[in-house]
């Protein structure tokens, strides 16, 4: 908080920060947003929190967004297949839809089911993440049980003239990928246009290999990105965003015509997001930032049956349209030079309009929220309160707590407290012949204590959290429908250090997780109780490497802890070469030792581990 001011206010929800590299061993330091909405350094921070850099994503080269975020400390995924197939988000073991994900600020993701396509984020697009560990209900609300993710859309950056972009990429499993972009402005306007387009043949999303099941499932993606900014004069600024991602992913599942009848047919899902957001920031006052905010999200999915039998003429797959809108106003108010109080409202609408029926098909949610920030001296301070006001529900009110002690000068002790809610889903609900009317929202109480130390020679810190969720919705297998149970108890450790090593930058994360049904003792379905990453990489003059070791432990298919999936760990490796400032080439290989693994399994058997991949791409950068 000490190094909080007036200027690092005025980019306040300004999500088109410019820093560089997140890695403890830079020189310059890196700022966050999401954590407290407010900008600050992540040394200043009293929120765990990872950031990846546009300068980690061309490192790491990662194939999709997923493979990047879950080389975060205590972040999971869950895969049915190759790419484009449906994955779930598990941050510290929360279910999917506990952890709000934004672009730029705007919360995305389908209503009916809860939790955003991250298959439609291509990274090629992405500057960089942000992920804030713990409830974050008390600043955005319902979802944020688990966490935030932000994700801040590629800029460029470009203040003097046109500046072009290119890059072509090439890899197997018949991929490839073709990146163009275009930026320009100068001190008062910037804009950028981005295009990708990526194809992959892909491979078999399950085992069953009978019948139209033993086809590759192939993935295909077109995306733009739009944004700009004008500044009016030196107390008023604007921003504008636009991205649309459409994408034809190919799956296996059994294909039904009537309750009881079963026919072959090769399935695919049509998908499309938009994502579009106009943000105003006005210094009223020498110590009043006012931030006006406007956004809108829509997800729209539709399945597609290529039937065999002409008896299945006719039958068609679901269709689902959700539009999310959000309005906001915000407040930072600067009090003397250590104090910064936030005051905020929010309206959220949701709608959903589908080829099935649903009980109700929009929900509107308003909120007010208020923040204060102290810095007195070796202590920190930070606490805030939400309240939401569900048309559906009723009303809410969250709050958290955090004080952070510098103990000595390199030791740093936090210890925080934050509440949280989350409303079933559109699907929980409504879904005909799977959702519950009758189903709760979920609140939940995260108590953690973390430990930093930053030396001369790296950062290490750790971090033990315990979060208890009541009324947990969660799906079960047997009785193929959503479960309220009583409750989930989810605890764990998180370890993470950074330094260097004979010019190798080193970074090493583990989680060790027990989440468990406080009614039964089972584990919860799918989460792994200890994982880790280590990821080291070194730049010469033109030469450029980095090494990446993923392991993930057991855990359980089903809810009756009887359906064990074993443990695996994944070797990826890239390399780049620099010919000059406008030329750059880089080669990327994943799961270099082709390793086989499941990490989840479904009605006709194991899903499919992707395989050995590699990816050459060419990259060219005007002056």
Known sequence: MNKIT????????????????????????????????????????????????????????????????????????????????????????????????????????????????????????????EIVRGSRSSLYGSEAIGGVVNIITRKYHSTNGVKPLLQLGIGSQGSSKVLAAISGGNHQTQFNLSALQENTDGVDNTEDKSGVHGDKDSFEQTAYNLTASHKINERASVFALYQNSRSESDYDTKCYGTPFAVYSCSPYTLSEVNVANIRGEFQVLQNWLLTLSAGESKDQSQTKHSYLEPGAVGVSGDSFDTTRRIYSVQNDLLLGKDHVLTVGFERLLDEVDSSLNYGEDSRANKAVFAQWQADFGIVDLTIG???????????????????????AKPVKLIASYGEGFNAPTFNDLYYPFYGVATLKPETSENHELELRIDQA????????????????????????????????????????????LYQWNIEANATFLDATDTSTD???????????????????????ASAGLRFVGKRYE?????????????????????????????????????????????????????GREAMLSITYTGK
């Open 457 to 500: 020679w790296g950062t290490w810190g750790a971090s033990y959290f315990q979060n208890d969720v009541d009324e947990l919705i969660q799906y079960n297998p047997a009785t193929f429908g959503p479960d309220q149970i009583k409750g989930a108890k989810l605890k764990g450790l998180e370890l993470s250090m950074a330094t260097s």
């Open 6 to 129: 007036l200027s690092a206010l005025s980019s306040v929800f300004a999500f088109t920060a410019t820093t560089t590299v997140a890695q403890s061993h830079n020189a310059m330091e890196t700022t966050i947003v999401t954590a407290t909405r407010t900008e600050q350094s992540i040394a200043d921070s009293l929120a765990p929190v990872t950031v990846f850099e546009r300068a980690d994503i061309e490192r790491i080269q990662p194939v999709d967004l997923q493979e990047l975020l879950a080389r975060a400390v205590g972040v999971s995924f869950v895969r049915n297949g190759g790419r484009g197939a449906a994955t779930s988000l598990f941050l510290r073991g929360n279910q999917s839809n506990h952890t709000l994900v934004l672009i730029d600020g705007v919360r995305i993701g389908s209503a009916t089911l809860g939790s955003p396509s991250l298959t439609n984020l291509p990274p090629e697009l992405i500057e960089r993440v």
């Open 385 to 407: 309160a939400r309240n939401d006001d569900n048309e559906q529900f009723g009303t809410y009110d969250t709050g958290n707590a955090s004080v952070g002690v510098q103990i």
């Open 558 to 610: 089903d809810t009756n802890n009887t359906d064990e999936l074993g443990s695996y760990a994944l070797l990826d490796t890239a390399i780049s070469y620099r010919f000059n400032e406008q030329l750059k080439l880089n080669l990327a290989l994943k799961n270099i030792f082709d390793r086989e693994y499941v990490s989840a399994r479904g009605s006709l058997g194991d899903y499919q581990a992707i």
């Open 522 to 544: 089972k584990d919860l379905r799918r989460r792994a109780s200890k994982q880790f990453n280590i990821d080291t990489d070194r730049q010469w003059q033109h030469w450029g």
